[in-house]
């Protein structure tokens, strides 16, 4: 009864260990944003606000599920805390390479887009925006490579090419 016993602790110390190993390949929302954070209040000026950035990272975002597609970086490469009003909420991004974007959402869903705003640019409309942390990828179809960037947040509408 013993050795049986010991060989479902082992058993289940083996799966936690694989679940806790795995889960260190997916994106950490705990991390600091690598190319900043801000605060945005509905009627928020300028608008659009701009932050140059570079995309890309070594994880599959297609792991994520919800169409994610591309390559990107574990910890997010920008984070915005938003407080809605009666517009939408636009978040695009515009670079010379193809880009993808992830977004978690304050509801802790991943939302994504690869070419919605034109020339290979994406971009994503929030109709009824909630309020709280988004945390915002940019990502590309190479592991290896890693493209600058422009991300764009607005309520005023997609910027894309």
Not at 3 to 8: S, Y
Request: proline share 4%; glycine share 10%; net charge negative.
């Amino acid at each position: 009864m013993k050795n049986l016993m010991n060989k479902k602790i082992t058993t289940l110390i083996t799966l936690f260990t694989i679940f806790l190993g795995s889960s260190s390949f997916s994106q950490n929302i705990s991390l600091e944003a690598t190319y900043g954070t801000i605060n945005l209040d509905a009627g928020f000026t300028p608008d659009p606000m701009t932050y140059k950035v570079k995309s890309g990272g070594s994880i599959d975002a297609s792991s994520l599920g919800n169409s994610c597609a591309g390559y990107i970086a574990d910890a997010p490469d920008f984070q915005f805390t938003f407080s809605p009003g009666l517009l939408s909420l636009w978040v695009s991004v515009i670079s010379s390479a193809d880009t993808t974007l992830v977004i978690n959402t304050p509801s802790g869903s991943w939302i994504c887009d690869d070419d919605s705003g034109g020339n290979l640019d994406p971009s994503i409309n929030f109709k009824d925006p909630a309020s709280g942390v988004y945390d915002v990828w940019i990502g590309t179809y190479s592991s290896t490579s890693i493209y600058d960037a422009t991300l764009y947040i607005s309520e005023l509408g997609q910027y894309g090419n």
